[in-house]
């Protein structure tokens, strides 16, 4: 027998909207995805396209709503401003936002910056600070937090907060890349190739200048060293090589706990393992979501 | 009085055709530009292409005519086979491939590979050997050439050879991210701005992570420190510096010459002379590769 539900949360983002309805003891007993991301709102509100998806089980207004991600941005239901670096889970929940709905009660995590007092740069995310909280209730408190993707995000934990993050735009260029450079032309008929995926991730571990590396693409096509199926799968390695060969630099041989899913995660723990990093652990990210979510609302006294 | 005319000679490349007449004396008595880059040749052979444009002065078939550039390639009129590093001008003049025509005497000189024995891997010019054999005429024997592209190349030169060389796709990655990514879509009414390119040329020679750099183009402009007309030359400068603080790391503080002309070349002297170079002189693309190729042709006895 379960307890009755409690929470309803979601991760919402520019593409995607993940919901989770909880019990009385935290645990997930239904979860939900819908194309209702910013970007994919059509007309509606966002009060409109959260009520669309409470239906069947999730069809409880009466239960309060916990939101992460770009939902709390310039252009979401409303900004919830940045937490700083250094944060933990309670200068989250310290810092729920508040939307304006007639009929919920609603809540949005705020994002994360962090400063870099070096060169005075400023990097942002929203949403992945609610999974490494997720992460945290599972004991992570020390070490990395890598959560790969179109922006990757390199975090860095100790003590139970993160004290300072980057992002990379390594997926991002790898798909403009394919796509708009002379080095897409070259690709055809793609097809993973692990042997020319590490000779990518060799390359950029050795070599920091990755726009001069992203040249071979092109040269070891002209040369016929590298089959044209195959390119697509040794830009991928000289991309994820550069980003972890600048983390490396940057935080050292940490712990790694890697968040995400499917084959790009594959990916980073073949090029992590590359670059040395040998106490490496995988998270799916529906888990760190709503497990993030369900300690944020526990601490922020939403239920 | 003049000499009478002696050769035909052409930077031939994907996108331009820059076509110098000579006198007995070396000296360049007319010029043309013409649109039958490799791209815009539509169905006319190379013969028929290079017709096309010998009219007026150039009507002069009886000439011997030299050309470089990526006319030489394999999707060229006839592939000239590299020249390998280290290689000077009588490599180039010794290489001389020989394309099907009917009516005149053509040849093409061949492009330079330059093998990295540390990562296995090659990197190809067309036409810029040609225009540092140019620079050479001019007494450069020793020191760095740069030539700023799309695709731009950094020569070592020693004792009057090419030893090495590196391509970084720098201009490829300014245009694709200006077009095609997140970063281009908060741009809005460029203009030049010294103040936010120097920001981006200073951080870049501070920090090799380029892919994370880039980054802060969205956060400078999510925070309202760089106003979206000069995200354009903040990206540039991240680029520029990136490239020229590869370049540094790689060659060290070195003499350097710079070929190409208009904005572009403004913008790296100013990103040299904040990365230390002192001593850097600028040298006009079309005068580079009519010295190289008149040079050529008399090294390689077309006359």
């Given at each position: 027998?379960?307890?009755s539900p409690?929470?309803?949360?979601a991760?919402?983002?520019?593409?995607?909207f993940?919901?989770f309805?909880?019990d009385?003891?935290?645990?997930?007993v239904?979860?939900?995805?819908?194309?209702?991301?910013?970007?994919n709102?059509?007309?509606?509100?966002f009060?409109?396209?959260?009520?669309?998806?409470?239906?069947g089980?999730?069809?409880?207004?009466?239960?309060?709503?916990?939101?992460?991600?770009?939902?709390?941005?310039?252009?979401?239901?409303?900004?919830a401003?940045y937490?700083?670096?250094?944060a933990?889970?309670?200068?989250?929940?310290q810092?729920?936002a508040?939307?304006?709905s007639e009929?919920?009660?609603v809540?949005?995590v705020?994002?994360?910056?962090?400063?870099?007092?070096?060169t005075g740069?400023?990097?942002?995310?929203?949403?992945?600070?609610?999974?490494?909280v997720?992460?945290?209730t599972?004991?992570?408190n020390?070490g990395?937090?890598i959560?790969?993707?179109?922006?990757?995000?390199?975090?860095?934990?100790?003590?139970?907060?993160?004290?300072s993050?980057?992002?990379?735009?390594?997926g991002?260029?790898?798909?403009?890349?394919?796509?708009?450079?002379?080095?897409?032309?070259l690709?055809?008929?793609?097809?993973?190739?692990?042997?020319?995926?590490l000779?990518?991730?060799?390359?950029?571990?050795?070599?920091?200048?990755?726009l001069?590396l992203?040249?071979?693409?092109?040269?070891?096509?002209?040369?016929?060293r590298?089959?044209p199926?195959?390119?697509?799968?040794?830009?991928?390695?000289?991309?994820?090589?550069?980003?972890i060969g600048a983390?490396k630099?940057?935080?050292g041989?940490?712990?790694?706990?890697?968040?995400?899913?499917?084959?790009?995660?594959n990916?980073?723990?073949?090029?992590?393992?590359?670059?040395?990093f040998t106490?490496?652990t995988?998270?799916n990210?529906?888990?760190?979501?709503?497990?993030?979510?369900?300690e944020?609302?526990?601490?922020?006294?939403?239920?």
């Amino acid at each position: 027998m379960t307890s009755s539900p409690a929470l309803l949360a979601a991760d919402w983002g520019t593409t995607n909207f993940r919901l989770f309805l909880y019990d009385a003891d935290g645990k997930v007993v239904a979860r939900h995805t819908a194309h209702i991301g910013l970007k994919n709102l059509g007309g509606q509100s966002f009060e409109q396209a959260l009520q669309s998806v409470m239906t069947g089980p999730f069809a409880r207004p009466d239960l309060p709503v916990l939101l992460s991600g770009m939902v709390g941005s310039r252009q979401g239901w409303i900004e919830a401003p940045y937490a700083q670096c250094p944060a933990g889970p309670d200068a989250f929940s310290q810092g729920f936002a508040t939307p304006p709905s007639e009929k919920l009660k609603v809540r949005i995590v705020p994002g994360l910056s962090s400063q870099n007092p070096a060169t005075g740069i400023t990097d942002v995310m929203r949403g992945e600070e609610t999974q490494i909280v997720g992460l945290m209730t599972q004991g992570l408190n020390d070490g990395i937090v890598i959560l790969p993707g179109t922006h990757s995000k390199w975090a860095r934990i100790e003590n139970g907060k993160v004290t300072s993050f980057l992002s990379y735009m390594t997926g991002e260029m790898f798909q403009m890349l394919k796509v708009h450079s002379i080095l897409g032309v070259l690709m055809a008929d793609t097809a993973d190739d692990e042997k020319s995926f590490l000779l990518g991730v060799d390359r950029a571990l050795e070599d920091t200048s990755i726009l001069s590396l992203l040249f071979s693409v092109r040269t070891e096509a002209l040369f016929g060293r590298i089959a044209p199926a195959h390119l697509s799968s040794y830009l991928s390695g000289l991309l994820i090589g550069a980003e972890i060969g600048a983390g490396k630099a940057r935080n050292g041989l940490q712990s790694v706990g890697i968040i995400g899913d499917g084959a790009l995660i594959n990916l980073y723990q073949r090029a992590l393992s590359r670059a040395g990093f040998t106490d490496v652990t995988r998270h799916n990210g529906d888990d760190a979501s709503s497990a993030g979510l369900w300690e944020l609302a526990q601490q922020g006294h939403l239920l």
